[in-house]
């Protein structure tokens, strides 16, 4: 359900599209606007049929600009007010504030791949993550087999692989997160990376990557202190077909 401030952003871009595009006849009047004090706050206008599909186009546009000018942005180095406040927002999460205090507070600086990013520390340090308890498809080596006996599509598999990089790309790059290590894993894989859950101050981002079906669980030792929350967010994307478990029967 739509909450009263996607609604009136919905509201606005119909009637925007509507009268640049003259979508709409004179028996279709594409929106009543009814002011806060003559209405219910959550209704603010009457859209017909034909309206609402040409607002879910415009909300799709705009959400797609939306996204592609903040990456833009983000790679030219220009400032962008809604990324500071957005930033702004995340430097004051609790998660984030105790990881300065904590010594674990990183900055992104390059998305490897769906499970695997580069931090630097205020000190200028950089260091290799691996996202703990997580398993996305492989998109610069080959996927193995063995590892995805439910999905016969490599193909497929590494389609996914690409949207869990796109993700973790458009959610971490260049934002400040909390590494959270774990009390029974080892802190550093064989290569010497960091092993670590990441909090973006929103949540646990390696539960989101599980949620969308972007990846699988893994622990390098079999368990871990979230493996069962993990194992229950895997359980209900398998469940759901989403993301790379639609791959199954492929």
Request: proline residues 5%; hydrophobic residues 45%.
């Amino acid at each position: 359900m739509l909450n009263r401030f996607a609604a009136r952003a919905i509201l606005v871009l119909a009637a925007t599209a509507c009268a640049t595009a003259l979508a709409c006849s004179k028996e279709e009047q594409p929106v009543q606007v009814i002011s806060k004090s003559q209405a219910d706050p959550t209704v603010a206008a009457v859209l017909t049929a034909s309206t609402l599909r040409l607002t879910a186009t415009a909300v799709v546009e705009e959400v797609v600009q939306a996204r592609e000018s903040q990456l833009q942005t983000l790679r030219s180095g220009e400032v962008d007010p809604n990324m500071v406040n957005r930033r702004m927002s995340r430097f004051r999460s609790p998660a984030i504030r105790a990881a300065r205090k904590a010594g674990t507070y990183v900055r992104v600086i390059r998305v490897v791949d769906g499970d695997t990013v580069d931090v630097e520390y205020p000190d200028a340090t950089v260091e290799r993550v691996r996202l703990l308890g997580v398993d996305a498809p492989e998109i610069h080596v080959p996927n193995m087999a063995s590892e995805f006996v439910e999905m016969p599509s490599i193909q497929c598999v590494v389609r996914w692989g690409r949207q869990a990089h796109e993700f973790a790309t458009d959610t971490l790059l260049g934002w400040p997160v909390a590494l959270e290590f774990d009390s029974t894993e080892p802190r550093r894989d064989p290569t010497g990376a960091l092993l670590a859950y990441i909090n973006t101050g929103a949540g646990d981002f390696n539960e989101e990557l599980l949620a969308r079906g972007l990846a699988r669980v893994y622990f390098p030792l079999g368990s871990g202190d979230r493996a069962e929350r993990y194992a229950l967010f895997e359980a209900q994307a398998q469940g759901a077909g989403l993301g790379a478990w639609s791959c199954r029967g492929v």
